[in-house]
């Protein structure tokens, strides 16, 4: 069994900046792909950002240039740095960790984005 548990989040003024982070509860972050997902109120649950086991890295089109992911191997934490942030981007934000046919899910952070 995983654990995942996120930190971070917050209320932040549009422009503004946050860093999630992901801490798992094994060594599992270079076997497995680990992503972050969002979901808004009445919106599906989607994906913001991942990066493979071998260290490739992807976005949603929504985040390019704004949001980045990287990982710690030693600390076993994987890191959403979100810059000029939007209204849109208010949603809980998920940590998951895949490797088929496994898939762990952190418990979520809340990130509202609000004058």
């Known amino acids: 069994q995983v654990q995942l548990v996120e930190s971070g989040g917050g209320l932040v003024q549009p422009g503004g900046s946050l860093t999630l982070s992901c801490a798992a509860s094994?060594?599992?972050?270079?076997?497995?792909?680990m992503g972050w997902y969002r979901q808004a109120p009445g919106k599906q649950r989607e994906l913001v950002a991942g990066i493979t086991s071998g260290g490739v890295t992807n976005y949603a089109d929504s985040v390019k240039g704004r949001f980045t992911i990287s990982r710690d191997i030693p600390k076993n934490t994987v890191y959403l740095q979100m810059n000029s942030l939007k209204p849109e981007d208010t949603a809980v934000y998920y940590c998951?960790?895949?490797?088929?046919?496994?898939?762990?899910w952190g418990q979520g952070t809340q990130v509202t984005v609000s004058s």
């Open positions: 998951n960790a895949f490797n088929h046919p496994r898939s762990y």
């Open positions: 094994r060594n599992i972050i270079v076997i497995y792909t």
